[in-house]
């Protein structure tokens, strides 16, 4: 040691200018780093406090989205950006422009779905479907869309349909003097536009946030009794969404409470989410099995047929992401920087509109790369629709054909059967939204279900051999 403090000093005082310059040099960057430090253990303060300044109070009646949008201005603006028109190749709407008129003032729609695949005519007909159905747009026209759209005209739709096009928690907490679930019911109740005159918005800030806390909560009646179904049925009794979930959870819960598989119950048209024997779509159709329900009468073939709605949140249950513990929001309101700010981006959209911040994250793989694989996915997704498509449509002019011939009940019976099966597992992909993605070997083999139930329908039409007297 007091060697090196030698050669140290001989050093120093050979050469003083050299070492006071290394010295001041490292002294620097130790400053730089430091300043470094603090800046980057500030911004992270700042992301995680994500402070705002009240302008206003928001309580469990601001129900205009506006308003909360001047203590949140960008969450807001990205809101806003809903309006937005946009096709993937596989999904989206373009803005198709008509002739406003007193029955339906919209200037623009989005293209019709039966229009472009006539086919659905056949699969829905009797059904209110085969009068209008169009490609899916953002929630700023949730409300209007299905206020004005034709099916109201080819059935009367009840006020229950509400609770997923509408900003329904002030109404019904309103309706249900204070309570929810009372709210709930009175809507079931009524006539869609009856129920229509007491909402005022599409889906809105306090449809999944707490005015106090800013914290994510469940206000769908719905879900909260179909999540208490379908973890009673795994063991797990009197399970409270808002209490038990976690933050994680209540990121795809907000969504799922909205985007799933549901029907209208008896004569009040309470709505329940099929999930007494879990998620999948065979335990959902088992389920409708059971209780004997049906949408309507098919009226080339007179099968009793359901119509899946969107369940993506039943899908996604079954794919990668979900598994992975990828919530819904992780990957259709990413987080985004926003000066020393993140939040998360509240234009809800296709993670493919926004790949570097919806996907990249995780995937480290150029967009094109990303793009081409999501669309490969969709591509199958949509050739095996197009040959369960194909074969339900055959199977529907069979058994037309067999009733108008006289065939034997027995056979007939059987395969509305098979259609019905047919149907709904293909409808099952078809109205779920992400063409496949969300699950693609879930996807996939629910349409080769679906064509296998085709196909034994039209074997079921057969004409029974007599033996042979030889044999």
């Known amino acids: 040691m007091s060697r090196f403090k030698d050669r140290f000093l001989n050093f120093y005082r050979s050469r003083p200018l050299t070492v006071f310059s290394v010295l001041v040099l490292g002294a620097a960057l130790g400053a730089v780093g430091g300043m470094f430090l603090l800046v980057s253990i500030f911004q992270h303060k700042q992301e995680a406090r994500n402070p705002f300044f009240r302008v206003v109070e928001l309580t469990n009646e601001t129900e205009d989205p506006a308003v909360w949008g001047k203590d949140f201005p960008m969450q807001y603006d990205d809101y806003r950006r809903t309006t937005d028109q946009v096709r993937t190749r596989y999904g989206g709407s373009e803005a198709m422009e008509r002739t406003p008129t ?11 779905r039966i229009e472009e695949d006539p086919r659905l005519k056949i699969i829905w007909a009797g059904y209110a479907f085969a009068k209008d159905f169009r490609e899916e747009r953002g929630h700023a026209y949730m409300l209007d869309d ?6 109201q005209q080819a059935g009367k739709q009840p006020g229950t349909c509400l609770h997923c096009h509408a900003s329904i928690e002030v109404p019904y907490t309103k309706a249900g003097n204070g309570d929810l679930m009372k709210g709930f019911e009175k809507f079931n109740h009524m006539s869609f536009f009856e129920a229509r005159k007491l909402v005022n ?11 106090k806390t800013m914290q994510l909560r469940i206000t769908r009646p719905g ?22 979930a976690t933050r994680q959870e209540m990121r795809s ?18 709505l329940v989410y099929p999930w007494v024997n879990g998620l999948k779509v065979d335990q959902i159709l088992a389920y409708y099995d059971t209780v004997q329900f049906k949408d309507w009468s098919h009226a080339d073939t007179g ?51 926004n790949i570097n911040n919806a996907c990249q994250v995780c995937h480290k793989w150029p967009e094109s790369e990303l793009k081409e694989r999501t669309e490969a996915i969709q591509e199958r997704t949509q050739h095996m629709r197009d040959l369960a498509m194909d074969a339900l449509v055959e199977l529907i002019g069979d058994l ?37 993605f969300h699950a693609p070997q879930e996807a996939l083999r629910i349409l080769g279900e679906s064509i296998n139930f085709a196909r034994r329908g039209q ?11 030889n044999e």
Not at 146 to 151: D, G, K, M, P
Not at 253 to 270: D, I, L, S
């Open 102 to 112: 007193h029955a339906d003032p919209r200037s623009v729609v989005a293209q019709s």
């Open 223 to 244: 879900f909260i009794e179909g999540m208490r179904v379908l973890k009673a049925s795994t063991g797990v009794q009197n399970y409270d969404v808002n209490r038990d």
């Open 303 to 353: 099968a009793p047929v359901l119509k899946a709605q969107h369940p993506e949140f039943e899908m996604w249950n079954q794919g990668i992401h979900a598994r992975s513990g990828v919530a819904c929001a992780d990957c259709h309101m990413p987080y985004k920087r926003v000066g020393a700010l993140k939040i998360s981006d509240h234009h809800v959209r296709s993670p493919l509109l």
């Open 459 to 469: 074997l079921a039409l057969r004409p029974v051999k007599s033996a042979s007297p």
């Open 400 to 436: 037309k054909s067999a009733r108008a011939a006289n065939a034997p009940q027995l056979q007939v019976t059987s395969a509305q059967d098979f259609q019905r099966k047919a149907q709904f597992y293909l409808d099952f992909v078809e109205a779920e939204n992400s063409s496949g």
């Open 146 to 151: 299905q206020t004005y759209t034709e099916r």
């Open 253 to 270: 819960f907000v969504c799922g409470q909205c985007h799933v598989e549901y029907y209208f119950k008896g004569a009040e048209k309470r």
């Open 201 to 211: 918005h599409p889906i809105a800030c306090i449809d999944c946030h707490d005015p």
